[in-house]
């Protein structure tokens, strides 16, 4: 039985299925450890099952398939230091398990669909991430694991994305507004007409002026710098490499932006462009690499979409930090 925290930080990851949330949520793992975080998917808040949502023409990114109610009062509970009894949605059979209990963590990650749709639920959250996918990138993506891993045909692929689409731009990706972090993967700049989408140039909009989170800044806050790496110093195969860092706006919000286009061949020598990096909170120098060689293996360690999860973690850890330490203040005033 672990210590009931005097704190709960609740986290959001936000986006749509396929887009790199279980990989993120892994990388989490590293940093707080298993016992410590407690991760809760929003389907189990599924109002509607399989054949509900079939017979009333809705699919599970609608509002009206999702009980937002019982969402924002188990969260709330939750994050005040209560146990909840969750629902259960099984994706097997697409219908409602019984409920289990679930103890308040240190950490509580909420991710899914729609973590950040609901004001309510929104305003009980410490630091939330929208994962991004461009059309491009996520077609491919979903050709590529459908046709390959399940046996579908391209018409079928690009038909079941098309009918997803509308509820997606209505209810999941206006939630990208609301969050603290974008990560935005995009098709490369660096080949011309690329079809494949293995090369990736990957966005880190960072808010500005949010309490106690600042952003990442390559060389010198503020300015707007386009940086190709020395090619002695960071072993990158065609097309190369190459970071942007600026100012821009995005929703009407202020925003530091930190862009990676092209892949790394040799992880070890990303510390080179770590040591490029300020505001990466790490807590030693190099730990921003050494987290990324703990699992090469893990989707996109090789480019900026696991470096980028990497860096939202770390910053995810600092506002953890900082809450406890404020929590902590407020106690022994008491």
Request: hydrophobic share 35%; charged share 30%.
């Amino acid at each position: 039985m672990s210590i009931k925290p005097d704190r709960v930080v609740l986290i959001g990851v936000a986006g749509d299925s396929g887009c790199g949330k279980s990989t993120f949520l892994r990388r989490l793992e590293d940093l707080f450890g298993k016992e410590f975080m407690t991760v809760i998917c929003l389907d189990d808040y599924h109002s509607l099952d399989r054949k509900q949502r079939k017979q009333a023409g809705v699919t599970a990114l609608n509002p009206k398939a999702n009980n937002f109610d019982l969402m924002y009062e188990q969260i709330k509970a939750l994050k005040s230091g209560q146990s909840i009894d969750k629902p259960i949605y099984n994706h097997e059979t697409g219908e409602l398990d019984p409920p289990e209990r679930v103890d308040p963590n240190h950490i509580v990650v909420i991710e899914g669909l729609h973590p950040l749709y609901d004001e309510r639920v929104r305003e009980l959250i410490d630091f939330s991430v929208y994962l991004d996918i461009s059309d491009e990138v996520k077609i491919a993506w979903k050709i590529q694991r459908d046709m390959a891993e399940r046996g579908h045909r391209y018409e079928d692929v690009l038909a079941s994305i098309n009918s997803r689409r509308p509820d997606f731009e209505a209810y999941v990706d206006v939630q990208k507004q609301y969050a603290d972090v974008v990560i935005q993967i995009l098709p490369t700049q660096l080949i011309p007409e690329d079809q494949e989408r293995k090369i990736l140039r990957v966005r880190l909009m960072q808010r500005d002026n949010v309490a106690g989170f600042e952003p990442v800044y390559l060389f010198d806050e503020g300015s707007t710098i386009d940086w190709i790496p020395c090619g002695r110093k960071l072993t990158c195969s065609y097309p190369g490499i190459r970071l942007h860092y600026g100012p821009d706006t995005y929703y009407g919000h202020d925003v530091s932006v930190l862009e990676i286009d092209g892949q790394f061949d040799r992880l070890e020598e990303v510390i080179y462009i770590e040591s490029h990096l300020s505001n990466t909170s790490t807590n030693h120098y190099g730990e921003m690499t050494e987290l990324l060689l703990k699992h090469r293996e893990y989707p996109g360690s090789n480019n900026g979409s696991g470096l980028f999860q990497v860096l939202v973690g770390l910053k995810m850890r600092a506002t953890y930090e900082r809450l406890i330490q404020q929590a902590a203040g407020v106690a022994a005033k008491a």
